[in-house]
């Protein structure tokens, strides 16, 4: 089967699409058939080795895990002796982390691990990236900034990813929604519930006299020394993107800075999120945003284009 390596750090051309041997799954997995996976910005920084202190983590001179990918969406082509929670033929999506990526034609998944079943109105390149954008933004909203209805919160990159993810679930959570992003893509991020739009390239938001219950940056853009004189006495400066600065704040002001990261959570818990997350998605109450979808031997070039910053909502790789 063809699947994405790089075993050096680089830029988006160290990005081999490789023949490797087809997984078997073990009693309690499955096998699927990858029919769309996702590529993200925490992608390219791991490729690249940035912030260099977190090569400590994750190999120091090379990638100790040199697959890309996590987000998927594919159908169940073989099953464990010991699987009970799926069968062949069944559509499914999820995330794989630390582990063999998603960006390949096959992949072995655990049956308790973050899988569940695809919703039918879903197509395999909107349901991908779910676990990408959705799943992390609403385990930041829900358990680490501990959103609440009638809060404002205000989202930094609400045109990306996680943004759009974070403006739909805060509206959906009851929540007042400023989000931050280019002129251009002021009308989308209204379209998906924010009730204001700033920006930032007219606009200095941490200058405003607006103060906000959560700052959510979600691009690493801005910081917390940046944001504290616009966020309430109570308030909290949450990011999924690790730098010096964050880290430090989050060890001295734990209560006012808070990083996370997907992969640091357990997985229980996270599959106990994307189950919450499956029913607002049949009522159609959120939606996928893709900008862009790529094949599988264009992977570099795909990473090339997340690497420009103009990039808006998901962007996928398709192989159905």
């Known amino acids: 089967m063809k699947a994405a390596v790089y075993t050096v750090y680089g830029s988006p051309k160290v990005i081999q699409i490789q ?10 997995e499955v096998l699927i058939n990858i029919r ?7 992608d390219t920084m791991m490729r690249q080795g940035t912030p260099k202190f977190g090569r ?37 999506f999820g995330e794989k982390l630390f582990s063999n990526g998603t960006n390949a034609q096959y992949i072995c998944v655990n049956q308790e691990g973050i899988i569940v079943s695809k919703p039918d109105h879903l197509s395999h390149e909107q349901a991908a990236p779910i676990c990408d954008g959705f799943l992390t933004s609403y385990s930041f909203l829900k358990d ?30 009851g929540a007042r929604v400023t989000g931050v992003c280019s002129a251009k893509n002021g009308t989308l991020v209204k379209s998906l519930g924010a009730d204001k739009v700033i920006d ?33 006495d109570n308030g909290v400066f949450v990011t999924p993107v690790l730098s010096f600065e964050t880290l430090r704040y989050s060890l001295f002001k734990p ?11 357990k997985q229980h818990v996270l599959k106990a999120l994307l189950t919450e997350l499956v029913p607002l998605f049949k009522q159609e109450k959120l939606q996928t945003v893709i900008d862009r979808t790529y094949r599988l031997e264009q992977l570099v070039e795909a990473h090339h284009y997340l690497e420009t910053g103009r990039k808006v909502g998901n962007i996928v790789i398709s192989q159905s």
């Open 144 to 173: 680490i900034a501990k959103l609440q209805s009638g809060q404002h919160i205000l989202v930094n990159g609400a045109s990306g990813s996680l943004g759009t993810a974070a403006v739909q679930l805060a509206k959906y959570m």
């Open 19 to 28: 023949e490797v041997d087809k997984p078997t799954p073990q009693p309690h």
């Open 255 to 265: 209560k006012q800075v808070k990083f996370s990261a997907t992969g640091i959570r």
């Open 200 to 232: 930032y390239k007219e606009t200095d938001f941490t200058t405003g006299g607006t103060r906000y219950d959560v700052v959510y940056d979600t691009v690493g853009k801005s910081s917390y020394k940046a944001c504290k004189n616009i966020i309430s």
């Open 36 to 42: 769309a996976s996702s590529i993200t910005r925490a």
């Open 56 to 92: 400590f983590f994750v190999g120091l001179f090379k990638p100790k895990n040199p697959a890309l990918g996590t987000g998927f969406s594919g159908i169940v082509e073989a099953v464990g002796n010991q699987v009970t929670k799926f069968k062949i033929g069944d559509a499914v």
